[in-house]
């Protein structure tokens, strides 16, 4: 079976400018994560999506930041306008049920360079 | 707040050298213990979950343990293979996602 599947895989972008990364989670999974892992904070959520509807947005780090999950299949983390201290790798993730305590499955990651 | 913490940061073992990565965790009503493996380049990629003291997995050269307050991942015997960031995050009823600890970086020479 398919895995998360993430686009693009890498990059650079100049600041200011709009970035907008993509995700197809597992197929017949409800929970969808958006992380970023970065070397000084490790991975951090972002926004968790459950059955298609943003539950905890809390770990948005600027209004900046957003995202959309229009179905069951395809979820976007869109970054406007982007700065250099956005770069990170961006792990979309998904999992069955509610999450909490359920196995999460990441994406190979978007790795965004913003210069 | 949930807080899952890592130790050693960084780990040099020569092939064969058996050792064991910590992870310690403050939760509000653990659900579950994750362990990851993070290559280079990659996502993390789902190794155990553990979800009550005294519980243990195993796979190849990896076994977990957990207790209360801290779980361990043990290396029997490492090949270079083995080299990766282990990752260790849990699931409490605080929320919905994992917490994260910030790894540890496991380096297995020949």
């Known amino acids: 079976d398919a895995g998360v599947i993430q686009s693009p895989r890498h990059e650079v972008t100049e600041m200011g400018q709009e970035v907008t990364l993509r995700c197809k989670p597992i197929?017949?999974?409800?929970?969808l994560f958006w992380y970023r892992q970065t070397m000084m904070r490790g991975l951090e959520l972002l926004i968790y999506?459950?059955?298609?509807?943003?539950?905890?947005d809390s770990g948005m780090p600027e209004d900046r930041f957003s995202a959309k999950m229009p179905n069951a299949s395809f979820s976007t983390l869109k970054i406007q306008p982007s700065e250099p201290r956005d770069s990170a790798v961006y792990f979309c993730?998904?999992?069955?049920?509610?999450?909490?305590?359920?196995?999460?499955?990441f994406g190979e990651g978007s790795w965004l360079t913003v210069v | 707040e949930d807080q899952v913490t890592q130790s050693p940061e960084a780990l040099r073992l020569q092939e064969g050298e058996s050792s064991s990565l910590n992870c310690s965790y403050t939760?509000?009503?653990?659900?579950?213990l994750f362990w990851y493996r993070q290559d280079p380049g990659k996502g993390p990629e789902f190794l155990f979950t553990?979800?009550?003291a005294g519980e243990e997995k195993e796979k190849e050269r990896l076994k977990a343990t957990l207790t209360k307050k801290e779980s361990f991942l043990h290396i029997t015997a490492p090949k270079p293979e083995d080299s990766a960031t282990y990752l260790c995050?849990?699931?409490?009823?605080?929320?919905?996602?994992?917490?994260f600890g910030k790894g540890t970086s496991l380096l297995v020479t020949p």
């Open positions: 993730a998904s999992s069955i049920g509610t999450g909490g305590g359920n196995t999460i499955y």
């Open positions: 553990l979800y009550s």
């Open positions: 939760v509000s009503g653990l659900r579950g």
């Open positions: 995050a849990v699931s409490s009823n605080s929320g919905y996602a994992l917490n």
């Open positions: 999506f459950n059955n298609n509807v943003p539950i905890d």
């Open positions: 197929s017949g999974h409800n929970s």
